[in-house]
């Protein structure tokens, strides 16, 4: 009896198109994959022996060589995150991580090409040996990656490809319409697994209007009769969570674009004294924007005749006691001037960004610029969005000769001198945090400035009338010292930014093992500097800062090899240096002021604390789970609780940037579900219902408190809020973008 027929035509379409019995484009991943964010895999053939590339059948298909192989690559990189989408991602909208294959498919082979003889097909692989060299390249690294011995260079898990020199099959991976930030690679390991399971399968019921989903797509492990009901109420709960949220944010002023303008007039002469007082001695010894006796002298000048104050100026005052105040205990009398602050910012970067006025490319727009930004990380103002902005900072530096320095250009005070190279550096620094906060590749190199260090003065010690200074050593604490230190560091810290962000080169270990020695050297240098002047002037808040500033360049640039250690121990001092930077980051020196600005700050204050979290929930639940394979789990218990204190502080601290207006509940929710998977995994119970438990607790607390921000009714808009604003009253015709002194410079109604 003749045996069944064997299928000799490969399958090109992927397993879930097949499954549904759909046409399938053959992209990887497919469209139909993407639209319903579900895992496209496209199944291997690999049983033919390598011999037979010769024989008239394997010479017929070695034009789809290329797609098979790439498609191999893509699978083998998908499985080391299991096909889980992040549950960060879920709760958004419909496929919020799009893979996007920027490369050119090969064509699949047509029944012509199939049909040809084994002449032609010979001729036609001599014409084109480079498909034989690409096949063996691929094949190489497929071993490479086997055994282990050649770290991935992008290796930030996920979905990204292996970068190697010359590779140009570059996948770039969107979130919320932006690249998404190297942090996120770091929720993608294996260790969160269940989690992003449980996220996944109570996010899946907020979009089934969206797309096809059913209870097939849920993964298996989250099924039950005492789950299930938790999955509903945790998607319930998400929902309203993120409608209370939008709730909050109706009553920002960007979010209504006129019909108001900004209540400018600034708190009481007390308080105003008191903010600036904070901020020269905090923010201005780190970032060097303003000088502060000139400051000062602006700032009498401004209470004595307000009216005579230019737009600069005023912006320039209401930004610095704005920053202060940040750093201000909280109480009834800055309750008010907190809701001020988020218009003084928007006014100023209206002001910055509307007229091309030639009159902002000056000092004073350029630290009315500096200040921006700062204020927008410090309290959450779009500080996410901080690396798009310092494009214009950058420019406008550079627009403005700041790259150059002072010696080449027309002469100068020694004042004036020394303002420019401050502020150059404070634009350099500013620059590379965005870069890394944001993930994206840094706006400046060492090339293309050749502008000298400021010299090492106190403040005091210089004014318009200084012609010759011989500058402190070193050694000696100045108000300059902090910012020279940072700038000691900064050539290591952009070669990391760019090979981190370099699509044609590949990072090696030794090139980490490197930089990592260079920056740990800094940051040490940094530290002994400030125990030698710890009574000079230099705080713990200024060594909290220069710590945070420093040391998170070595998690992106680790994290790589940081996930292979357990595979390859030699790989397990990357390891230590994430999780030794994620500790030192939740528990700094006790400070109450740099206390305020962790629950308060965005951008490169919020990112920081994600690293965190990733890298020491993926720590705990790694040792626990081995150490229950293992039996072991008695003798490790102190060391577990070290890092379950440090988890329950991260969930204390996301708890008060929730009572601090931040509305992201995620953050919270992933904590505690990671507390309770180690906890079950301790008690040796299933991990599943204690996950849904935690999560469930979680957001019942987050939805609390979002409530009570919200109030019974909807947020009132700005002119309901008690906020004094002055109408505007636009012509027929106006653009809404005419802006003009008066309408950011209102009567002021200082008496």
């Known amino acids: 009896m003749e045996g069944p027929r064997r299928r000799r ?4 379409s992927c397993l879930e198109c097949r499954r549904r019995k759909i046409k399938c484009d053959r992209k990887d991943p497919c469209s139909h994959c993407v639209s319903v964010a579900v895992q496209c895999v496209h199944k291997v053939f690999r049983d033919a022996p390598e011999t037979s590339v010769q024989s008239n059948a394997q010479g017929r298909t070695a034009t789809s060589s290329p797609i098979s192989t790439t498609s191999s690559c893509a699978q083998s990189r998908q499985s080391r995150t299991k096909g889980i989408v992040n549950g960060r991602d879920r709760v958004k909208s419909r496929p919020l991580v799009a893979s996007v294959d920027v490369s050119q498919p090969t064509p699949a082979p047509t029944l012509a090409d199939q049909t040809e003889t084994t002449t032609a097909q010979t001729r036609a692989e001599d014409e084109q040996p480079s498909v034989h060299a690409l096949l063996r390249r691929i094949q190489n690294l497929e071993e490479s990656l086997a055994k282990g011995s050649v770290p991935a260079p992008s290796g930030h898990g996920g979905e990204s490809i292996d970068r190697q020199p010359g590779h140009q099959d570059t996948r770039v991976n969107l979130y919320k319409t932006r690249t998404i930030k190297w942090s996120y690679w770091l929720g993608m390991v294996d260790e969160f697994d269940l989690i992003k399971a449980c996220y996944t399968a109570a996010g899946g019921g907020l979009f089934a209007g969206y797309g096809e989903t059913d209870d097939d797509n849920k993964p298996r492990s989250f099924h039950g009769p005492e789950i299930e009901p938790l999955l509903e109420e945790i998607g319930d709960l998400l929902q309203k969570c993120k409608v209370l949220a939008q709730r909050l944010k109706t009553g920002r002023p960007s979010k209504s674009l006129g019909g108001a303008g900004f209540d400018l007039r600034p708190p009481s002469r007390e308080m105003a004294d008191t903010m600036v007082d904070l901020y020269c001695t905090s923010f201005e010894s780190v970032y060097r924007i303003v000088h502060v006796p000139s400051f000062r002298s602006e700032y009498q ?6 009216e005579s104050a230019t737009a600069n100026q005023c912006l320039k005052i209401l930004l610095v006691i704005s920053i202060g105040s940040s750093l201000h205990d909280d109480g009834n009398a800055t309750t008010g001037l907190r809701q001020k602050v988020q218009h003084w910012v928007h006014a100023a970067q209206a002001w910055l960004s509307g007229p091309l006025e030639k009159n902002r490319l000056d000092i004073g727009g350029l630290q009315v610029y500096c200040l921006v930004i700062l204020a927008r990380q410090i309290f959450s103002i779009g500080g996410d969005l901080v690396w798009i902005s310092m494009g214009s900072v950058i420019r406008t530096a550079m627009q403005m000769g700041l ?23 404070t634009v350099l620094e500013m620059a590379i945090q965005s870069s890394l906060d944001s993930g994206m590749p840094p706006i400046i190199s060492l090339d293309h400035f050749d502008t000298e260090a400021p010299s090492n003065y106190n403040d005091d010690e210089i004014d318009e009338s200084t012609i010759d200074l011989v500058p402190h050593p070193r050694s000696t604490y100045t108000s300059s010292s902090i910012q020279l230190l940072l700038l000691d560091s900064i050539p290591t810290r952009l070669r990391i930014l760019q090979l981190l962000s370099n699509l044609k080169s590949d990072l090696s270990f030794q090139d980490a093992l490197l930089l990592s020695s260079e920056l740990t050297d800094s940051y040490r240098a940094h530290r ?20 945070y500033f420093v040391r998170p360049f070595l998690i992106p640039l680790n994290c790589a090899f940081a996930s292979k250690a357990q595979a390859n121990p030699s790989f397990y001092y990357s390891l230590k240096v994430n999780l030794d930077v994620a500790m030192a980051m939740i528990s700094p020196e006790p400070d109450d002021g740099f206390s305020r600005i962790m629950a308060t700050g965005g951008g490169l204050f919020r990112e920081g604390f994600w690293y965190a979290t990733c890298i020491i929930g993926r720590e705990i639940l790694s040792q626990v789970s081995e150490q229950h394979q293992e039996g072991t789990l008695h003798r490790n218990a102190r060391q577990r609780e070290l890092l379950k204190q440090a988890v329950k502080d991260m969930m204390s601290l996301a708890e008060a940037r929730m009572h601090q207006g931040d509305t992201n509940v995620k953050t919270h929710m992933f904590l505690s579900m990671i507390l309770a998977q180690t906890e079950a995994t301790e008690e040796g119970v299933p991990c599943e219902l204690r996950i849904a438990q935690g999560a469930r607790g979680s ?14 009714e909807p947020v009132p808009c700005c002119d309901d809020a008690g906020l004094v604003s002055s109408a505007l009253d636009m012509l027929p015709g106006d653009s809404l973008w005419d802006f003009n002194l008066e309408f950011f410079l209102p009567d002021l109604g200082l008496s």
């Open 9 to 12: 035509r490969p399958a090109f």
């Open 301 to 306: 000048q401004y209470w004595e005749n307000p």
């Open 403 to 425: 790259h150059h320095d002072p010696k080449h250009l027309p002469a100068m005070s020694l004042l004036q001198a020394e303002i420019r190279r401050r502020l150059w550096a």
């Open 528 to 547: 002994k500097f400030g125990k030698e002047n710890i009574n000079s002037g230099m705080t713990a808040f200024h060594r909290n800062l220069l710590d």
């Open 699 to 712: 957001l019942l607390l987050c939805h609390d408190l979002l409530q009570t921000q919200a109030g019974p």
